[in-house]
């Protein structure tokens, strides 16, 4: 594998720009295996092509590793915009580390200010592309809590599909299951504006909280605290990839 000079390796792990990591690793600041290393133009291998950990390396005492892309699920909490110019609530952004920010990762879809769940993050333009796109009809999981309690029929009339606003044809859930008098477990395969408010609203009930579960295959990590994220590992991307055709 081709070797990288130590003050590129940090600049593209989003550690400042080339001169930034330059003084740092001059000032003694940047260890590999243990021993400091205060020359800019020494070489290493990443150990990374891809998402997958390579490089240990520690910047002011601060663990990291080397990952050529960056693949990332963090646990959007209530009152975060996925936008990088937010206005009126904070940005998702603000919860991952300014490293990831230096990289330039985007958000895979977005979810509004008042969501929770499941958001996924990478600086990888076709990553980001191929799991946002509405052509790919990727599931996606909603644990939907209404205001109005209701029967069976509710959810069934939303696997029939409702009349929405703009829309040409009716806008139908791959699946709908009615966990209890006042919440669904709701899988559409669109990406359409407010699409589950809407299609709660149109057929004659109102969304009092929404939490996406499940991207394709990849459920939310247990143990993944709101306001947390994790690197995705390859078994991540691979149950990601995963999943059935829930219209099949």
Request: with cysteine.
């Amino acid at each position: 594998m081709r070797t990288m000079q130590l003050e590129r390796l940090l600049h593209a792990q989003g550690f400042g720009s080339r001169k930034e990591c330059r003084a740092l690793i001059r000032a003694g600041y940047v260890s590999i295996a243990g021993e400091v290393c205060d020359d800019p133009n020494a070489d290493f291998d990443p150990g990374s092509r891809d998402g997958s950990p390579g490089l240990e390396f520690t910047v002011d005492d601060q663990p990291w590793r080397f990952r050529a892309q960056a693949y990332v699920v963090l646990h959007k909490p209530a009152g975060y915009e996925c936008s990088q110019k937010p206005t009126f609530h904070p940005s998702v952004f603000t919860l991952l580390p300014p490293q990831l920010l230096a990289r330039g990762v985007q958000c895979v879809g977005r979810l509004d200010q008042d969501t929770t769940g499941l958001l996924l993050l990478s600086d990888d333009g076709q990553f980001i592309h191929q799991w946002s796109s509405g052509k790919k009809r990727t599931p996606k999981v909603y644990e939907v809590t209404l205001k109005h309690a209701v029967e069976q029929d509710f959810a069934d009339q939303l696997v029939a599909g409702v009349e929405l606003h703009d829309e040409p044809a009716p806008i139908a859930a791959a699946a709908c299951e009615r966990m209890s008098p006042t919440t669904l477990r709701l899988t559409i395969c669109e990406g359409k504006y407010h699409q589950v408010k809407r299609m709660v609203g149109a057929a004659g009930n109102r969304v009092e909280a929404l939490h996406r579960s499940r991207v394709g295959g990849l459920e939310l990590p247990t143990g993944l605290a709101p306001g947390q994220w994790r690197w995705l590992e390859a078994e991540d991307l691979a149950r990601l990839a995963d999943y059935a055709d829930p219209e099949a």
